[in-house]
């Protein structure tokens, strides 16, 4: 079977002076510091480019921090943004607050915890991997179209997808301690294909010089 790799890049750091889980909230744009990780992995692919390793495929959010950090990519490497729904931030009952112990404690949002493995306050973590994997998938016939055997294709997406996709891959159980999330920002969750079966996965840090002092709000 022929083996493609899919990279799931995560967006890099947003400008979110006040501190809210943004979720899937419009006019989130990357801060300076996002921007130069954007740039950096896009100098990641463009080093892989010239040693014979070029993406050939692009994918990313509709979300704005997810087409910002695919745009560096997409100059570089002279590919196109195709824009896929599919691969957006999960919903979430607590978008546009401030998720603090304080705001966990009203009782407007008890309900909400009903069912943490599931998890009861937003999309279902197994919903989520579905998605993503359905298009990472389509992602990767398309690169194979373009590229054959070794081809790579990229799409930018969001932490809490992302790393649930990957424990799907894994076949791990999907309810997870958040805290202990493998999915820096900027980082790339490489997924190798044979066929339409993943067959290993790859974890990298192409911006991880930037982490330090990064933005770590929950969910972003």
């Known amino acids: 079977m022929p083996r493609v790799t899919v990279h799931l890049l995560r967006h890099g750091e947003v400008f979110n002076p006040d501190g ?10 990357l801060s ?9 992995v896009a100098g990641h692919f463009k080093d892989l480019a010239e040693r014979g390793a070029a993406p050939v495929h692009l994918v990313a959010s509709p979300l704005d921090r997810a087409q910002e950090t695919a745009q560096p990519t997409a100059a570089a490497l002279g590919l196109d943004i195709v824009t896929d729904p599919r691969i957006i931030e999960a919903e979430n009952h607590f978008e546009g607050m401030k998720v603090n112990k304080a705001e966990l404690l009203k009782p407007r949002h008890w309900r909400y915890f009903a069912n943490p493995l599931r ?3 937003g999309e279902p973590y197994a919903a989520q991997a579905k998605r993503m994997l359905e298009a990472a998938r389509d992602a990767r016939r398309r690169a194979f179209e373009l590229g054959g055997e ?8 969001h932490q ?6 990957r424990r799907s891959a894994e076949g791990k159980r999907l309810w997870h301690d958040p805290r202990h999330r493998e999915c820096t920002l900027a980082s790339l969750t490489s997924l190798i294909f044979e066929g339409d079966d993943v067959v290993g996965v790859q974890y990298s840090e192409p911006a991880a010089v930037l982490l ?3 933005a770590t709000t929950p969910g972003a």
Do not use: C, K, N
């Not at 070794?150 to 997406?157: P, R, T």
């Open 20 to 29: 809210v889980l943004y979720g899937r909230l419009p006019e989130f744009h």
């Open 32 to 40: 300076d510091r996002g921007r130069a990780m954007a740039d950096m």
């Open 119 to 121: 998890p009861s306050w």
């Open 150 to 157: 070794g081809a790579q294709a990229i799409m930018v997406s």
């Open 160 to 165: 809490l997808p992302i790393w649930a996709t």
């Open 212 to 214: 330090p002092g990064a």
